[in-house]
């Protein structure tokens, strides 16, 4: 019998016309009854508790193990029950910078971002820097005619946009973390991540030679960490080695994009940086979306070719390479960036309707924690920015 049925059964019985005239005559009695009817509705009363007891009993079986909601009942009470909580520390903002130095341009496929030029970038700075800002990954995006060639030049032009952004923040925030991406897209004439060779391949060895060249020129300009974007075979040992003979390896962190994949979620970024192939795609040197073991290979190698951090990206949709990353390198941080396409899809769901705009970005970034990241790349930080106490 339920404990509601139980509880029923006995207020009926409670209340049945013999007992009611049972009363009656304990009334007439005097005090004499009044013992008889605060005995009665003792027994009422015992009986309540056992069915309570009774019930309480089936319900969980014997096994209080099971009894799980009172670990997060109360607000502060769920956050215990997370291994790591997100923090103003964890995250890096992405800029898109370009060489007019006082452009500010809305970028229309990624919502909130702009690209700015050098006289814009401090003021822009400032007051998230005020609310806690801790770390920004700067991307190159030149755009005067002629500056692009089938080499990538200006990449570490020393004029170029990024090297002077890291000299401006260098002098004008010495508290930010600066990471520069090191690739040739956005550089190169014809948008692929390297040199080419005749027949339109990559050339992997004059590649790996000139993005090492380019991260060192960034790690002398004063970045704190250089995190080569490009996919080549052998670039982080080539960048490691350069970084000891330049006597600047014990001061610049090494952060691979260790696994990387082509996929459909770069659109946006490709928009703001320019960054577009003129011909083909991607796919022979980004990791395919369901080559897990080829990812974990690729951690396997950058780490043992000296990588600091480890890199996933996209994040949302490989949440389980973030996990294989964490387990590889389990004793160094891993990173993850939400990219461009994982932004602009939450802010359409959003402004259809489908969800909470701050609902699903923590729900989405807390993901990506709980796959095992502890260093999330995120257009969403000058929103986190606000939304975090800490």
């Known amino acids: 019998m339920s404990f509601s049925s139980l509880v029923q059964d006995i207020s009926f019985r409670d209340t049945t016309p013999s007992a009611a005239s049972e009363q009656r005559r304990q009334m007439a009695r005097g005090s004499a009854s009044t013992s008889t009817i605060d005995d009665h509705r003792s027994q009422?009363?015992?009986?309540?508790s056992y069915a309570s007891t009774s019930a309480t009993s089936v319900s969980i079986s014997g096994d209080i193990s099971s009894q799980l909601h009172g670990g997060y009942s109360h607000p502060l009470a769920r956050t215990w029950q997370a291994e790591r909580q997100l923090t103003k520390s964890m995250l890096i903002l992405p800029l898109f910078i370009t060489d007019n130095d006082d452009e500010e341009t809305?970028?229309?496929?990624l919502?909130?971002?702009?690209?700015?030029?050098?006289n814009k970038i401090v003021p822009f700075l400032e007051p998230l820097i005020r609310k806690g800002l801790r770390s920004v990954i700067l991307f190159g995006v030149p755009l005067a005619p002629g500056v692009k060639d089938a080499l990538g030049t200006a990449a570490d032009d020393p004029k170029g946009p990024v090297m002077s952004t890291i000299r401006l923040l260098r002098q004008r925030f010495p508290q930010i973390f600066i990471v520069a991406d090191v690739c040739l897209c956005e550089y190169t004439s014809h948008g692929h991540c390297g040199i080419l060779r005749d027949d339109g391949g990559l050339n992997n060895e004059l590649s790996v030679d000139r993005i090492s060249d380019v991260a060192i020129a960034y790690a002398q300009a004063g970045c704190h960490c250089v995190a080569p974007s490009d996919m080549n075979d052998g670039r982080i040992r080539a960048i490691k080695l350069k970084l000891i003979e330049a006597g600047i390896a014990h001061k610049t962190v090494l952060m691979s994009y260790a696994a990387k994949f082509s996929g459909c979620l770069y659109?946006?970024?490709?928009?703001?940086?320019g960054s577009v192939p003129s011909f083909g795609d991607r796919k022979c040197y980004q990791l395919p979306p369901g080559?897990?073991?080829?990812?974990?290979?690729?951690i396997e190698r950058d780490i043992a070719e000296g990588a600091d951090i480890i890199m996933v990206k996209?994040?949302?949709q490989y949440l389980d390479i973030i996990s294989d990353a964490k387990d590889i390198g389990r004793n160094m941080p891993v990173a993850a960036y939400q990219v461009s396409g994982e932004f602009a899809m939450i802010h359409a769901g959003a402004k259809a309707g489908v969800f909470?705009?701050?609902t699903m970005a923590f729900e989405a970034t807390e993901g990506i924690l709980r796959?095992?990241?502890?260093?999330v790349v995120s257009y969403f930080t000058p929103d986190f920015l606000d939304w975090l106490e800490v």
């Open 44 to 48: 009422v009363s015992r009986a309540r």
């Open 314 to 316: 996209p994040a949302s």
């Open 106 to 109: 809305l970028i229309p496929s």
């Open 111 to 118: 919502p909130g971002q702009y690209r700015r030029g050098i």
């Open 371 to 375: 796959a095992g990241a502890t260093i």
């Open 267 to 273: 659109g946006p970024f490709r928009d703001a940086a």
């Open 291 to 298: 080559g897990r073991g080829l990812a974990r290979r690729a």
């Open 356 to 358: 909470d705009l701050k």
